[in-house]
């Protein structure tokens, strides 16, 4: 079992930046493939951006690439998204979830484990 904790989330003005992190526990945490996923009210969850085992592969959706940053330090055990340029409609709450397969996924229900999300509000 892995218990996923995400921090960092806000009200921030449009144009303006984020971090968020994300903290597991349980297994190794080098053994999972680590995914960012937000679901807006009404809408459902979509895929955000994952990062491989060793952090050396990345995925981002189309709509956060090149704004938005993943990565990982396996010796905190911690995921972090960095999220600058925000706009209103990135506003969602935001989810990690880890995966153990090998390959990056951007589909919700390959991933075995969820955090409780935290909430990501952008002003205009």
């Known amino acids: 079992q892995v218990q996923l904790v995400e921090s960092g989330g806000g009200l921030v003005q449009a144009g303006g930046s984020l971090r968020l992190s994300c903290t597991t526990s349980?297994?190794?945490?080098?053994?999972?493939?680590m995914g960012w996923f937000r679901q807006a009210p009404g809408k459902e969850r979509e895929f955000v951006a994952a990062?491989?085992?060793?952090?050396?592969?990345?995925d981002y959706a189309d709509s956060v690439k090149g704004r938005f940053t993943i990565s990982r330090i396996n010796a905190k055990n911690t995921v972090y998204l960095q999220m600058n340029s925000l706009k209103p409609e990135d506003t969602a709450v935001y989810y990690c979830?880890?995966?153990?397969?090998?390959?990056?996924?951007?589909?919700?229900?390959?991933?075995?484990?969820w955090g409780q999300g935290t909430q990501v509000t952008v002003s205009s």
């Open positions: 990062i491989s085992r060793a952090g050396t592969s990345t």
């Open positions: 979830a880890a995966d153990r397969i090998l390959k990056l996924e951007r589909t919700s229900n390959t991933y075995d484990f």
């Open positions: 349980g297994r190794t945490f080098s053994n999972y493939v």
